[in-house]
């Protein structure tokens, strides 16, 4: 082989090789510090809940359930939801008056689906002759507590399930319309051809459907509200004659307690077939969740199960779900998810085709290098050779676009 040629092939086994270590370095995992969501692997995000004020990479989604099959009742599964999923951080009014409404997510509708979340809390007002979302003052919307009008994301929740023909997503509205507001904004949506029927609901405490039965007939959408009286006048179901819930707010956050929401029969009533967590404080701040979306949260989730006749919750209710100091709501949705439709700890654990309780637990993922982000223009605050090599190395993909040019050219 001539010299020429073996040089410039040695040069682009370098390249890929360089190329390699750089794509290896940057997906930091879960727990290693970041600067944004690019620095982080699959699954997980970047968030202000490191110590210092320094990023981390945190879990954002949880494991699909439907990857372990979908033979199950529908209250067989648990679900990520989100509490007042449309009051998103740094949201302007679609009034455009500036707004004083406390705010309890950071991402779209749209993007917290694209998540997992599956679950999903509304609160619905009469507002400027529509149904709009809204904190409320004394039950009345205000330009100052108005977000934006109800059908905007009803229509991103239908644009979901168009495109994702298996999944069942479920709304639990806080609703102060009057009759017949919701109908009319619901069939604008386009959303009642996926309506999960209020006659299909078990009233006595029975099994659901089956999910596969639910998705195969496309009744993919459970809506519950917060009017009994709608039940019978509109077909929107009546949320407490099928869901237990607990407590909300910092009431329902002491250590070792579960009490049932005041609306809501006992957490251990076997009429609902339906659990309901919340966990979230009264006052949120992105920040103050961290902890609270961790260990916390997996003991909420332990105390639940036992104070709720030993029944793993079917929905997880969370501010911020993508903040935590650990696996936060995600690894809670799938620790409950594990325990429901397979019998192990976390559904990650569940074997493929074999019986109830069959579990394989992986061995732990070795130590991450020390890594830090970036604490300014031109500087490193990590020792890690791994954390630098991410930060010098140019993506790796134009790396092996170029080594595979050459490699064409040569050959």
């Given at each position: 082989?001539?010299?020429?040629?073996?040089?410039?092939?040695?040069?682009?086994?370098?390249?890929?090789?360089?190329?390699?270590?750089?794509?290896?370095?940057?997906?930091?995992?879960?727990?290693?510090?970041?600067?944004?969501?690019?620095?982080?692997?699959?699954?997980?995000?970047?968030?202000?809940?490191?110590?210092?004020?320094?990023?981390?990479?945190?879990?954002?989604?949880?494991?699909?359930?439907?990857?372990?099959?979908?033979?199950?009742?529908?209250?067989?599964?648990?679900?990520?939801?989100?509490?007042?999923?449309?009051?998103?951080?740094?949201?302007?009014?679609?009034?455009?008056?500036?707004?004083?409404?406390?705010?309890?997510?950071?991402?779209?509708?749209?993007?917290?689906?694209?998540?997992?979340?599956?679950?999903?809390?509304?609160?619905?007002?009469?507002?400027?002759?529509?149904?709009?979302?809204?904190?409320s003052f004394q039950g009345k919307c205000y330009n100052f507590t108005a977000f934006q009008p109800a059908i905007n994301v009803l229509k991103e929740i239908q644009t979901f399930l168009e495109a994702n023909p298996s999944e069942v997503i479920t709304i639990f509205l806080e609703d102060y319309t009057a009759s017949g507001s919701l109908?009319?904004?619901?069939?604008?949506?386009?959303?009642?051809?996926?309506?999960?029927?209020?006659?299909?609901?078990?009233?006595?405490?029975?099994?659901?459907?089956?999910?596969?039965?639910?998705?195969?007939?496309?009744?993919?959408?459970?809506?519950?509200?917060?009017?009994?009286?709608?039940?019978?006048?509109?077909?929107?179901?009546?949320?407490?004659?099928?869901?237990?819930?607990?407590?909300?707010?910092?009431?329902?956050?002491?250590?070792?307690?579960?009490?049932?929401?005041?609306?809501?029969?006992?957490?251990?009533?076997?009429?609902?077939?339906?659990?309901?967590?919340?966990?979230?404080?009264?006052?949120?701040?992105?920040?103050?969740?961290?902890?609270?979306?961790?260990?916390?949260?997996?003991?909420?989730?332990?105390?639940?199960?036992?104070?709720?006749?030993?029944?793993?919750?079917?929905?997880?209710?969370?501010?911020?779900?993508?903040?935590?100091?650990?696996?936060?709501?995600?690894?809670?949705?799938?620790?409950?998810?594990?325990?429901?439709?397979?019998?192990?700890?976390?559904?990650?654990?569940?074997?493929?085709?074999?019986?109830?309780?069959?579990?394989?637990?992986?061995?732990?993922?070795?130590?991450?290098?020390?890594?830090?982000?970036?604490?300014?223009?031109?500087?490193?605050?990590?020792?890690?050779?791994?954390?630098?090599?991410?930060?010098?190395?140019?993506?790796?993909?134009?790396?092996?676009?170029?080594?595979?040019?050459?490699?064409?050219?040569?050959?």
């Open positions: 082989m001539a010299p020429t040629r073996l040089r410039l092939r040695l040069a682009v086994a370098a390249i890929v090789a360089v190329a390699l270590l750089g794509s290896f370095a940057s997906a930091a995992r879960e727990g290693d510090a970041c600067s944004s969501e690019g620095d982080c692997g699959a699954g997980l995000h970047c968030t202000g809940c490191g110590g210092g004020g320094d990023k981390t990479c945190t879990r954002a989604t949880p494991v699909d359930p439907l990857t372990h099959g979908t033979g199950l009742p529908f209250n067989n599964y648990s679900w990520l939801t989100t509490h007042n999923s449309y009051a998103l951080a740094g949201a302007a009014s679609a009034t455009g008056s500036p707004l004083v409404a406390p705010t309890n997510q950071e991402d779209t509708i749209t993007a917290q689906l694209k998540n997992g979340v599956r679950g999903l809390m509304l609160d619905t007002y009469d507002f400027n002759s529509d149904v709009w979302l809204c904190h109908p009319k904004v619901f069939n604008a949506s386009g959303l009642m051809k996926y309506w999960f029927p209020v006659a299909k609901m078990p009233k006595s405490g029975e099994n659901w459907p089956l999910l596969k039965d639910m998705i195969s007939q496309n009744e993919r959408l459970l809506v519950f509200t917060s009017k009994k009286s709608k039940e019978a006048s509109e077909g929107i179901a009546y949320e407490w004659n099928y869901v237990v819930e607990n407590q909300y707010g910092n009431e329902g956050m002491v250590e070792g307690k579960c009490p049932n929401r005041a609306e809501s029969p006992a957490m251990d009533s076997k009429s609902q077939s339906l659990v309901l967590m919340n966990f979230f404080t009264t006052d949120p701040t992105q920040t103050g969740v961290c902890a609270n979306n961790s260990a916390p949260l997996v003991s909420m989730l332990k105390t639940c199960h036992d104070l709720s006749g030993n029944r793993w919750p079917n929905y997880i209710a969370v501010d911020f779900y993508m903040r935590s100091d650990g696996g936060g709501a995600p690894l809670a949705t799938d620790m409950a998810n594990g325990h429901m439709v397979c019998g192990c700890d976390n559904i990650a654990y569940c074997k493929a085709n074999s019986t109830f309780g069959t579990c394989v637990i992986p061995p732990p993922p070795p130590p991450s290098s020390p890594r830090k982000a970036p604490s300014g223009k031109g500087a490193s605050t990590g020792s890690s050779s791994s954390g630098t090599m991410a930060r010098l190395v140019p993506k790796s993909s134009f790396f092996l676009g170029v080594a595979l040019l050459v490699l064409v050219i040569l050959c």
